[in-house]
């Protein structure tokens, strides 16, 4: 009888073994995520938009072609929709934690604001920086959301869109297909 429950326990604590590698594994592997950024209706902006989790937030390596130069506001928007020819099927600001817009290096704002990115006079506009409050796990988590560049620069101020204009490009965020 002792000799079973032993057997047993051992069993027991294999399969607990099992699963914490199981999970450790699944939470290793979701480490990045891309969003293919597309021209919405009677615009030409398209590129990519990655996002690798680092120790203090997320590394955003953003790249298009096709863009109006100057500044424009880029935001990660709360429905991974970009259905509408305006891309208004995207919705607001990624908001989760009900703030106020704001810059991305200010303590109020939304999850969702990225700043501006500017293009130069070939039309090329590049960005890499590292957000502290981005995630890809719980609430705050942008799996599935929407990613917008707009027409006109975010002025950090204007509320609750930074005055940024109309939707020039629009992709969803998504994890690499296993
Ligand atoms: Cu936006
Ligand atoms: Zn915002």
């Known amino acids: 009888m002792y000799k079973n429950i032993g057997v047993f326990l ?27 950024m597309n021209p919405t209706q009677g615009n030409t902006a398209s590129g990519t938009v990655t996002f ?29 929709d970009c259905s509408a020819p305006d ?37 090329i506009a590049h960005k890499e920086f590292v957000d502290p409050m981005l995630t890809f796990e719980g609430a705050n988590s942008i799996l599935g959301k929407g990613v917008i560049l707009h027409a006109d620069p975010d002025d950090y101020t204007s509320q609750p869109t ?5 939707r020039i490009s629009c992709g ?7």
């Open 172 to 178: 969803v965020i998504e994890a690499p297909k296993q």
């Open 52 to 80: 690798t989790k680092e120790e203090n937030g997320m590394r955003v390596m953003a790249h298009f072609e096709g863009v109006p130069p100057g500044d424009h506001g880029f935001h990660i928007h709360e429905k991974g």
């Open 162 to 166: 930074g005055a940024a204009g109309g």
């Open 87 to 123: 891309a208004m099927s995207a919705g607001g600001h990624f908001n989760p934690t009900g703030m106020s817009h704001g810059a991305p290096d200010s303590t109020v704002r939304h999850v969702g604001d990225l700043g501006n990115i500017s293009a130069d006079s070939s039309g």
């Open 10 to 36: 051992t069993f027991v604590l294999l399969l607990v073994g099992l699963l914490i590698v199981g999970c450790a594994q699944k939470q290793a592997a979701m480490t990045t995520a891309t969003a293919a």
